[in-house]
């Protein structure tokens, strides 16, 4: 069963994520999470490797939404053909691990990207943590997007809604 986590048909969806980009470390990307007005969520910005940059994310607001039993997280999202990553948190933290799952879009079309929870791998500060524990559907705290891979220049990737089944 889909477990509806974020629709950005609404417009006050986007209202609970921030940006965390590369000038947490000095760097000059910049991003952001905003409502089109045509119903759906971007995800856009620039990538920049100046200053030893080179990322962008954003990332929910804490709250429930993890979902006991889901071996799948789904993102209906069209972009620009780069990569992308989405990111899962287990607690309220601004820096601990994430586990992350990449995906590229293709086309300028809707598609709905299904990523097993099994291929999310835990990382920190951008690093791989093989030692971490496996990925708990049940305790989901945060959802976070990022662009990073020294993908420089503008990039978009719409957004209408992700979830868990």
């Given at each position: 069963?889909?477990?509806?986590?974020?629709?950005?048909?609404?417009?006050?969806?986007v209202d609970a994520w921030r940006?965390?980009?590369?000038?947490?470390?000095?760097?000059?990307?910049?991003?952001?999470?905003?409502?089109?007005?045509?119903?759906?969520?971007?995800?856009?910005?620039?990538?920049?490797?100046?200053?030893?940059?080179?990322?962008?994310?954003?990332?929910?607001?804490?709250?429930?939404?993890?979902?006991?039993?889901?071996?799948?997280?789904?993102?209906?999202?069209?972009?620009?053909?780069?990569?992308?990553?989405?990111?899962?948190?287990?607690?309220?933290?601004?820096?601990?691990?994430?586990?992350?799952?990449?995906?590229?879009?293709?086309?300028?079309?809707?598609?709905t990207i299904s990523l097993p929870?099994?291929?999310?791998?835990?990382?920190?500060?951008?690093?791989?943590?093989?030692?971490?524990?496996?990925?708990?559907?049940?305790?989901?705290?945060?959802?976070?997007?990022?662009?990073?891979?020294?993908?420089?220049?503008?990039?978009?990737?719409?957004?209408?809604?992700?979830?868990v089944a």
């Open positions: 069963m889909l477990v509806e986590l974020f629709d950005f048909n609404d417009p006050r969806s940006a965390i980009d590369d000038r947490v470390m000095g760097g000059v990307s910049r991003s952001r999470l905003r409502h089109d007005q045509a119903g759906h969520a971007m995800f856009e910005g620039e990538v920049s490797l100046d200053r030893n940059g080179g990322f962008a994310s954003v990332r929910s607001s804490p709250g429930e939404r993890g979902q006991a039993g889901a071996t799948t997280c789904l993102i209906e999202a069209r972009g620009d053909a780069k990569h992308f990553k989405l990111s899962l948190l287990t607690d309220d933290g601004f820096d601990s691990i994430n586990y992350q799952a990449s995906f590229t879009t293709m086309g300028r079309g809707w598609q929870l099994s291929a999310f791998r835990a990382s920190f500060r951008g690093r791989d943590m093989p030692g971490a524990p496996a990925l708990d559907p049940a305790s989901i705290r945060q959802v976070g997007l990022l662009i990073a891979g020294r993908q420089a220049g503008p990039f978009a990737l719409d957004i209408r809604r992700i979830g």
